[in-house]
C-alpha cells in the first residue's frame, strides 16, 4: 500500500516541467497574445481583422440561415432488405483473420454499413478475445486511399481485361510463384489448387511454386517441433490450464501466436477470487504488456534466452550443453520459476519468443521434463496459423534479385518490399519480372512495383472459410456490398482458374465454392447431428465456425529428443525487435486509431522510438525526461549496415546492454498511397514534406535490420547506437493527467496476504477522525463525512455501476479503441496528443511501483531522503494496468461547478452531459479529481488540421460514425457517459418485454472489448446483478475514496502471485495500526 | 387536392345513387368486397383477371351452364368437367380460394354489381389534374415572400412621403420667417434640424426612443425563440400522397406503412415494395392518381401496362423529411409507442383528415385530439416534448396488473426504500407518476 506509484521519470524526479505540467491538466503553453504574434498566423489567409470580420458575418448569417428549417432529404428503401430495421443495429458472426491475428467476432451494422466489431462471447474457439487491431479494423473498411478497382501499371483498368492478361500471362509462363501469407481457408487453398491445375502445373513439373511468408515468422518453432515430434507443427497452447507460466521473450497477451485466445484463458486465471490463480514468470529484454503483468519478470539480454531454458533445464537434471550463466537478479527469479515449476508438474507450461530453433528445441526439452504435452500443451490440435517458409522465401528472393525469377509472381496478403530486409532491392528487380499481381487492397509498397492490382475486398465485404486449428472451422461473411469494383481474391483466383465467371458487386462465387467445399467436407459433415445439410450451413454462418471431430493423430506424436545446436550469441549491443500491440505488423498503419492508441507501456501515440533503460541513457548522456516542450534525443542504431535514426525513449525495465524498436512503422517510405493518415503532419494540417517534396512516413521499418540466421528469420539481433543530432518531440500522454502525488489509486497486494489476512490488510476502508459527542477524537469511516445529502440513486431506480478488476486488467488497450469507435471519439493527431489534448474517454493509467518506499509523507526519513535513490528500483519495476475513466461520482465536483447547468446527475446515477448547454469553462474539467473529462478544442470534424487524421472528414470515413451518439462540436466538454446510449436502449429491451433489466441487457463497450473480462458493468441497485455482488466483494475499493465523491466504479485491489515480504510486512502493519498509516498520509497532502 | 376530393365525393355518390336503386346491388357490393375484391377488380386484371361481364364472356366462350357458379364454389370441380373452366384455370399459377358458401343469386348480386361499375376512364375524364405544378405549400411559401416585398415597398413610400413632407414644411418656414422679415437660418441642413427638434422635445424623443429599443430587442428575443420552430412546416413532396385517403378512407393502420415504429427509434418510410402491395392493382381512378401512382410504378421498376411485372431499374423516391430532430437529439419511436402506448395521432395529428402531403402540426390543432393533454409550446420544440413529459402520467394500470414488468421493479425499489419517502415524498402526493418523476426530463435520456 505505501509503494509509490509513478507514471514516468519526470514525475518520479519531480522535474520542474513536470511539476508545473501536473498543474496544468490542460496545458495552453502559448497565450492568447503569442498565439496573435505568431509569425506563421501572416501566412496564413485569414488575417486577424478579416476573422473578427468573418465572425461577425457569420454569427449574422448563422442566425439568419437557422430561422428557416432545413430541407433535409429522406431516402427509403425500393425494396427493404428483411433483415434490415432503419434506426436498428443488424449483428452478424463472423471470423476476423490478417495473417497475424485470428478472431471470432460480431459486426454490428446500421441501415447495411459495419460501425463496430467485438468478439463473439458465444461462439469459436477465442472467446470473445480480441485486440485492438481488431476492433479497429472496420474503420478499414471506408479507408479512401484503398484501390477501388484493377489497375495495370498505375492506372486503372477493367476485370475483364485484366483477367484475359492474366490468364495468358499464367498459362504461358514457364514458373509461376505464389506467395502469400500463412493461408488457413481451405477453400482457399483448393482455389489456389484448381488454378495451379488449370495453369498446367504438374507435381512433376512444378511449375506453381507457392511459398506461404508472413512478417514475422515462426518457422524457427516449427522446425523444432519437426525435430522434437517429426512434423512441421505449432500445437494448442492452453494457458488456462496452466498454474505456473514461463514465458522467455514471448509476448503471448499482445503479440505472439493467438493473443486474442491466450489473452481470455490467462484472464480466466489471474482472478484470485477463482479456484486457483496461476504464478508467471516472465524473462525477456523490452518490457512488453505480457512482462507488466508477470508475477515476477527477470530482465535479461536475448541471447541469454537459451540460458535462461539451460539454467531451468539444469535444475532438472537435464544437461543441454548450454551455458547455464545468468545475471544475479535473473537468476533469483529463474530459482522461484524452478520451485514453482517443481510444485506445479504437469500443470505447467513454457512459451518461447524466438523464432531459433535451438531456443525452442530448449523450450520444447522443458515441458516435455515438465509433462506439459498432453496436459496444457495439446499435439492433436495442431495451429495452423504461421507457416512461414522462410528458408523457400529467401531463397525466393534471392532469385528474384538475382533475375532468375519466375515468369509470373502473385503476392496476396503480404507486403514483401515493406517486409524484407532486402525490401528494397527486391522491389527493383520485382520490376523485371514479366507478370506481377498484387492482390493489396492498397497501392503499397510492393503494388507499386508489381504490373497489375487485382485488389481483393476488404474482410467485412467477403466470404472466407479458416480452419485456425485441427478441428476448428470458421466462416466470415460479408457485413456490407462491395464499395469498390474490387473483387474477391477467392474469386480472382477462381476465374483464373477457369472456374467461375465475374458477378460484379452481387457476385456469389466466393459464397458458392465455399458453402459446397463445406457441404461435401466429410470431416464436417460426417459429425453428429448433421442430419440436413442446407441447416448444417446455415447454423455454420450464424454460428461463425462448427466444430469437426477432435482428430486424433494416427500416429500419436511422441516427443523425441533432438540434439540441440548453435544457440544465438550477440556482441555488442541487442536489440530486440517487437511489435506494439496497435500496430503490429504495420499492415494497419495508416488506421489512425491505431496510430493514436497510446502504446500500452510507453504510452507514446504516433512514432516508434528505441527504447533504452533509463539508467544507461543517463550513461550514455541521454534526456530521460521530456515535455510537450522538450523532446527525446535522436539516436542511430546500426545493424548490419543498416540504420535507423529514432528517439531514445526511457522504459524502465528494459534490459541493460538491450534496446528495442518496434515493427509497422515506416510505411510508405516512398510516399506510396496507403492511407491518409500513415505519414506525418504539420502543425497547421497537411502533410509535412522532405527537402525533396516526399511524404514523411511516421516512425522508421526496422524490418530491415532482421536477418536470416541459419534459415529463419532472427528479430532479436546485434548492433550499435550512437547518439544523433537534435531532439524530437513525442507525442505520449504518460506526463499528462497525473496521480497529484495521492496514494490511495492504486491497491496491491499478494496471494498470501489476500487468502489469509483479513480484507484491513490489504483494503482498508479509508477513516478520517471526527469529533463524537463526547468531544473525543474517534475514526470513522469516509461514508459518513458528507458536504451534501445523499443523492437519490441509492436502491431507488437504477444505479448503474461498474467494477474493474486490476487483477484482470492486462492493460492491452482492446477497451480504448471500442470506446473510440462506439462513441464516436475524435481522433487529434500527433500535435495535439503532444499538447496533452487527446480526446480518449477511456485512458489506461500505466503506473510503475518499486519497491523502494519513496513517497515523502510515509518515510521517517523524509529530511534527508533523496529521490534520486528510488531510481535503482526502477531498473525494473512493477507494473499496474489502471483503466480510467469518468467515474459518474454521485456527489460529482463537476457538477456543482458548471455555471450553465450542462453537466448534471440522473436519477440513475448518470453524470450527464448536455453538450448543447456546454458554454466550454472547463471548470469541471478543473475540478475533476480522476483528471477524465477532455475538451473540444477545435472543430475535428471539419478544422483543416484534422483533415489527413480525422476520419470523420472524409465522407467515407464518415459512414463508421455511430448514429446513436453525437458527434461534438467545438468548444463543448465530453467525456466518458457510460455508453448511455447503450443503457437507455436495454433499458428499452427490458421495458418492451415488460420485466425488469437484468445482466446482460446493457454492456459498454469497454466491456465488450475486454479480452479477460475485467470489466463488469450493470444496475447496482439490483441485488442479484454481477456488478453488485463484485462491488461488496472484499478486495473491492473506490479510487480516491477520501475525496468523497461516491464513485460509481470500483476496482478491485490487484493481487499478484508472488513472494514479496517488503509488502507483505507493510500490510500486515498497516492492517493492525491502518488508522495511523492513512493519517500520516492525509496530514501531507 | 381538395378539387380531386371534390371529385371523388361526386364518384362516390353517383355510385351511391345508381346502387341504391338495386337492392341487391348494396348486397352484391357488400360480398365483392368482403370475398372477392382482394385478387379481383371490375375492370383491371389484378391476382385474378378482371370481372367486368364475365358471365357474358364465359358464355361466349362455351362454358357450361351453371359452370361459372360451380367455379366460385369450387373451381377444381369446375375446372375437372368444363372444358373452358379447365382454361381459365391456366389465367395465372395462383389458384382462386374455393368460395362454397356463396349461393347462387349471391353470385348474381356480385355480378350484378360488378356489371353496373362504369369504366375508370369514362368516369374520370372530367377529373381534371391541378394545371400547374405548384403544390399548395409551393403557393403558401411564394406568398410569404411576396408580402416581404410589399412591406418594403410600403416603408420607402412612407419614407419619401416623410421626407417630401419635412422638405415642404422647412420651405414654407423659410417662406414664412423670409415674409415675417427674419433672418433666414441659410445653411442649416436637415441633420441640424432634426437636432434642434429633437432637442426641442427631448422627453417625448427620449421616451420615444426606449419604448423602440425596448421593443425592438424584445422582438429579437421573441424571434429568437421562433429560431428552429418548424410548425406547420410542409414542404412539398415528389408524390402528393394523402393521408386522408389511405388512413382515411382506405382505414389502413399507420403501422402496416410504418412498420417499424414499434421496433425502432425511427418509425420509417415505408419502401416503395410496401406501396406495391396494393398498388400493384390499385393504379387511380382520376388522372390526377394514376399520373401519382405511376411515380410509385416507376420507382418500383413495375411495368403497369398489364404485363404485371417488375421491369425497370429501381429508382428509390427522395421525400422530403417533415419532422426534423437536430442530431444532437435522440428520439425513439418504440419508446413512446409501444412502452408509452402513446396513438400517432397525439404527436402527428388526425392522419385521417391530411388531405395534402404532411404538415408539422400546429400544437393547437393537436391539442384538438381527444385524450391529448393540452399543451403550450410549438410542437417539436423541447419545450413541447419537456411539457408533456411533465404531465403524462405513467401508466399505472401496467404496474397493478403486470407485478415484474420493468416499472414494478422500479416501484417496489422505491417503496423497500425508508428514504424514499424524504426524496420522493413530493412527487409521491399527488398521487400520479409522471414521466419527468422518473427522470424524463434528464438531459441524457435525450441527448448523448
Known sequence: MTRKYWKGLEELKETPEFLKSKEQEFPSQMSVEDFLSDENLKETSTARRDFLKFLGFSVAAATVAACEAPVTKVIPYVNKPEDVTPGMPTWYASTYYDGQSYASILVKTREGRPIYIKGNKDFGMTNGGTNAQIIASVLGLYDSARLQGPMYSGSETSWKQLDSAVMAGLKSANKVTIVTNTIISPSFKAAVDQLAIAIGATPENGKVNHIQYDAVSYAGMRLANKDNFGAEIIPSYDFAKAKTIVSVGADFLSTWLMPTAFATQYGMRRNPDGDWMSKHFQFESNMSVTGSNADYRGMIKPSEQANVLAYILKAFNVSTGVSTTLSADAAKIADAAVKALKASKGESIVVAGSNNKSVQLLANKLNNVLGAYGTTIDLNEKVNLFKSEDAKMNAFVKDVIGGRASDAVLFLGVNPVYTLSNGKAFGEALKKVKLSISFSSHADETAVHCKYSAPDHHALESWADYNPTTSHFAVAQPTIRPLFNTASALETMLVWAGKASRGGKDSKTAHEFIRSNWQTSPLLTTAEGVADLTNFWNMAVHNSCVTAPQATDAVPLVFADAKIGAVPTASGLEISLYQKTGIGIGAQANNPWLQELPDPMTKVTWDNYITMNPSEMEKGGYVTTYDQEHGLNLATVTVEGASVTLPVYPLPGQAPGTVGIALGYGRGENGEQIGKAAFQTKEYGGYAASEDGKLIPIGANVFRFVQNENGTMAYEVSGSIKKAEGTYSIAATQIHHTVMGRFSIVRETTLDTFTNKDKEAYNPAHMLKKLDKDGNHVERPISEFDLWDAHPVEKIGHRWGMTIDLSSCIGCGSCLIACQSENNVPVVGKDEVRRGREMHWLRIDRYFASEEEAAVGTRKDAETFSFDEAEIAALNPKVVHMPMLCHHCNHAPCETVCPVAATTHSNEGLNQMAYNRCIGTRYCANNCPYKVRRFNWFNYPSYKKFTEVNPAQDDLGRMVLNPDVTVRTRGVMEKCSFCVQRIQAGKLVAKKESRPVMDGDFASACVDACPTNAITVGDWNDLKSMVRSSADDKRSYQALEEVGVRPNIWYKVKVRNEKNDVLDALQVAEGHDAAKGHGNKKKHH | ?448
Open chain 2, 1 to 448: 387536392m381538395f378539387r380531386n376530393l371534390k371529385n371523388w365525393c361526386y364518384g362516390t355518390l353517383a355510385l351511391v345513387f345508381l346502387a341504391g336503386s338495386f337492392t341487391s346491388h348494396a348486397q352484391g357490393e357488400a360480398l365483392f368486397k368482403a370475398k372477392c375484391s382482394s385478387c379481383h377488380q371490375p375492370h383491371k386484371n389484378g391476382t385474378g383477371p378482371k370481372l367486368f361481364k364475365v358471365r357474358q364472356k364465359w358464355a361466349d366462350g362455351g362454358a357450361k351452364e351453371g359452370s361459372i357458379y360451380q367455379w366460385v364454389n369450387n373451381w377444381q370441380a369446375a375446372a375437372a368437367s368444363d372444358s373452358y373452366a379447365q382454361s381459365v384455370s391456366t389465367w395465372s399459377p395462383t389458384a382462386m380460394s374455393a368460395f362454397p358458401e356463396l349461393k347462387k343469386e349471391d353470385i348474381n348480386a356480385i355480378m350484378d354489381w360488378v356489371d353496373a361499375q362504369p369504366e375508370p376512364g369514362a368516369a374520370a375524364a372530367d377529373g381534371a389534374a391541378p394545371a400547374d405544378g405548384m403544390t399548395p405549400a409551393d403557393g403558401a411559401a411564394a406568398e410569404e415572400e411576396g408580402f416581404g416585398w410589399i412591406w418594403i415597398i410600403l416603408g420607402v413610400i412612407f419614407f419619401t412621403i416623410i421626407l417630401a413632407v419635412g422638405g415642404v414644411r422647412r420651405q414654407l418656414n423659410i417662406a414664412s420667417s423670409d415674409a415675417n422679415g427674419e433672418d433666414v437660418k441659410e445653411g442649416m441642413t436637415y441633420g441640424e434640424e432634426f437636432k434642434t427638434w429633437a432637442w426641442k422635445y427631448r422627453l417625448y424623443v427620449g421616451l420615444g426612443s426606449l419604448v423602440i429599443v425596448i421593443s425592438i430587442i424584445v422582438s429579437l428575443f421573441l424571434s429568437l425563440y421562433q429560431i428552429g420552430v418548424i410548425e406547420d412546416y410542409q414542404p412539398s413532396q415528389p408524390i402528393a400522397f394523402p393521408h386522408a385517403i389511405h388512413t382515411g378512407v382506405n382505414g389502413i393502420d399507420c403501422k402496416y406503412c410504418h412498420s417499424s415504429v414499434t421496433k425502432s427509434k425511427s418509425a420509417g418510410i415505408p419502401s416503395v415494395n410496401v406501396c406495391m402491395n396494393c398498388h400493384k392493382q390499385v393504379n387511380g381512378r382520376t388522372p390526377a392518381q394514376q399520373e401519382q401512382i405511376a411515380k410509385v410504378y416507376d420507382a418500383a421498376g413495375w411495368d403497369p401496362s398489364g404485363a404485371g411485372k417488375y421491369i425497370g431499374k429501381v429508382k428509390p423516391i427522395i421525400w422530403n423529411k417533415v419532422h426534423v430532430l437536430p442530431d444532437h437529439v435522440y428520439f425513439n419511436h418504440s419508446q413512446h409507442v409501444v412502452v408509452g402506448g402513446v396513438d400517432c395521432k397525439q404527436c402527428h395529428g388526425d392522419m385521417t383528415k391530411q388531405v395534402e402531403t404532411v404538415k408539422v402540426q400546429p400544437v393547437s390543432e393537436l391539442n384538438k385530439i381527444e385524450g391529448n393533454i393540452p399543451l403550450t409550446k410549438p410542437t417539436m420544440t423541447m419545450g413541447w416534448c419537456i411539457e408533456c413529459h411533465s404531465k403524462k402520467e405513467i401508466s399505472l394500470g401496467a404496474l397493478d396488473t403486470k407485478k415484474d414488468g420493468y416499472y414494478d421493479e422500479i416501484h417496489r425499489r422505491l417503496l423497500q426504500n425508508k428514504k424514499a419517502k424524504a426524496l420522493y415524498g413530493q412527487y409521491l402526493e399527488d398521487g400520479i407518476v409522471s414521466v419527468s418523476e422518473l427522470g424524463g426530463w434528464e438531459c441524457a435520456k435525450c441527448h448523448y
